[in-house]
């Protein structure tokens, strides 16, 4: 019977039924015997327990998971399903969190309580039940633990706070010659399954109550009255005397008189009203009738003053207030405040010149003069809004001092105090640390093979992959060899004697055989550049090899005399002659086997890798604020005509930006890349050369648009890397050479990046590959053995651009003792501070 009382009945509530087991054994114990009484309130307890909520393994049960990252840890709640809400505290003790989920849930594991302190975290710990739990993260030494990045995937929820960077090791080195292998992502975001709005972040808002000025706060009985097309004087005058107020009507002053038999515009006292009151409240029937009437009205004393605009005027005491600001402009104040309403007076001066010509003189001689005449006219502008919260509010400005004057009513007077105090604010300043890595990778290859093989007067020459073959003694002619002709001898003047040749006894050469005739040769080309003919004259044939006088002699006969085994003079023969003579004259190549010995073999062989890896780093740091106002007129100081905005930057632009939020560095070395002729007007006269520089070098400009409350800073760049490739002769009147610029240049849009993070720009890439190849015919193109007979060259080379941008906002209101705690290292700084005179 207990067992059916335990049994949620179908078709109840769950309350109900907890009554009906509750009731039943109370009901049934009067019936039980002794023993049974005894047991009825166990029986009882084990009635009234609630049934006990079962929750699937590993489906709907909350784990606690910490996941280390390098520069964040991660707390995972695995299990807490969709639509999980956090809310989140901040307290001495470190960060807490209330978890509540849509539907109950418990804990896989019981309450967990995990410890990272090589990260700042002494605790992490999870606990609760059903559909509320707490999530606790304790710091190591009473640390500060900022709020974390909440995100949900669905399934778990994950708070990624923010820890120390861990540590890293470089344990392999890198081979830039080799291409790596780029990691993917392992994980695919799914499709969404509907249109999602970009995320929304947070915005500051300045909120301000503002009283109708139009509000007339006047105390009456009640009114009961019906008008219908009633002039709205005559209502209104009929109201305030039913109150016990005076009345005054303002009109409008007519500025036009209006011409004779035309019709005079209607007057505003003429509008008319028609208006049903029964039991209305006396200040809602003032404010009702000069709602319908299109008038403005006001208290003074115990005096209603109505009209269409009576706001602006006024008899009682007015505050004039003058107010320095510090960031806004004063003029960009005044046009906020009239657009509120306000009355702004400005001064503008304008300046105009008229020429005037006068003739002189006689027809004859007339001569034109021409006198100028300068007018200078100030003229004071008032403008502003037909309506707002700040009608009859007069203000002026000075942009010396950067002040503004207002001058109204004391109420409307704070009223625009509180709209200068939200507008003068400062402006945001960040500093965009910029890194250009202009990285080359240069891998140059070569290898050549030189030989030389000598076998009697034939000479086979391989010159890097170049074919080069002599035979004989003698290279064959030229064209030049008909129209050259070189002396052995010296020309003698007239009744002069000079000395002549050297020659060698004719019984000496007569016995020589041509071997021995070809080996003495052999010599005497390689170390005197001479030759012996069988008629026993020296003959020059290498004319590079100069030795003269006596150890040219001296040399020749030791040559001859170890040759012959015997010792050899030479005869020097002299002549006498009356007029300018030579007694030989001739012409040879010679072979330059003649050089190196018979039957011999020489080879070079050159091979050679040559890899370069430069990186050339410029990392300039700009600090600019959001401020877009024009400082200069674009292109006003430059001399060739130049912008100097951020999309062209030039030698010739002026000394700043012309914009407030610009920025620009340039590095490096002008050249001449283009080369302007103007001829001259006389017939004299030389031309004109105008030289157009360019920078070789680096060119950065950089442009901040906003800087947003959530920390997200919206830039552009525009950065250039230039070199000079080759060089060309300018015109023939200008001596100067035009160069010739390799350019690579990125212009970026707007970009929006978050405080701190690291934009990477890349793909600005050159490639250059030569492949060169010399080679025998035939030869040079077998196998392996081929590599003899041939050179290659390989050179390549790839340069890449590498932009990295970091912005970081620059916090006013931190570091206010920045420069106080200056300590100079070096004696004469400490005496310069302490004693700056």
Sequence with gaps: MLHRVNQKPTGCHPAAALRRAVSLPLALAATLPLAGLLNGPAALAQAIQPI????LPGEGALELKVRRLPDAVEVVIEGT???????????????EGQLILPRPSGLRRGPQQLALPEAGFKTISLEGVGDRFVIQVTPVANGPVNRPVV??????????FPAVPQSSFQTGRLDLNTP????QAAFVPPLQPRAAAPPLGDMAVGSMVLRNPSYVNVRGPSVTMTLRNAPARDALMAVAQLGGYGFVYVDDTLTNTPSPGALSPPSSAQRLVSIAFRNEGYARAVNSILLAAGLQGKLEGNLIIAGPKVLSKTFGTQLSKVYRLNQ???????????????TINKTYTTTSTSSEVLSTGTPANNTANSTATTATTTEINSFGAGQGPLLGLIGTTDSRLGTITLVGDSSIVLIAENYLKQLDLRQRQVALSVRLLDVNLENDQEIANSFAFRWGNNFIVNDNGQLLGAFGRNLPATADSFSATESITRSSSSNSSSSGQLTLDSSITNNLTLKQLSSINASLARETGFELLPSGTLLQINSEITRTGSSLTSSIEGILSNALGRTINLQQSSNSTNSSSSDFSGFRRPNPALNYPKDAFFDFVQAQIVSRNTKLLASPTLILQENASQLRAAGGASASGSTGGLDEYTIDSPIGRSQANEAAVRVGTNVITNVEVTPSDSVSGSAQCQLELSTAGLTLGARVEKIDDNGFVTFSLSPSVSAVTDTVPG????????????????????????EGQTLILTGVISDFDVAEVSKWPILGDLPLVGQFFRASSNQRQKRELVIMVT?????????????????????????FVSNPR
Excluded at 151 to 160: H, K, M, Q
Excluded at 734 to 742: A, D, G, N, P, Q
């Design 731 to 754: 015109p023939p009147s200008c001596t100067s050479e035009i160069s010739i610029l390799s350019v690579r240049r990125l212009d970026t849009g707007a970009l929006r990046v978050r």
């Design 807 to 831: 912005p970081r906002i620059i916090r006013d209101d931190d570091g206010g003792t920045f420069g106080y705690g200056f300590q100079p290292s070096s004696r004469e700084m400490r005496q």
């Design 151 to 160: 995100s949900a995937d669905g399934r778990n929820l994950i708070l990624s």
């Design 81 to 95: 399903g969709p639509g999980p809400q956090l809310q989140q505290f901040t307290n001495s003790a470190g960060w």
């Design 328 to 342: 806004v402009s004063a003029n960009s104040a005044a046009d906020y405040l009239a657009s509120l309403g306000a």
């Design 180 to 183: 790596g292998r780029v990691p």
């Design 52 to 55: 006990p909520v079962q929750t």
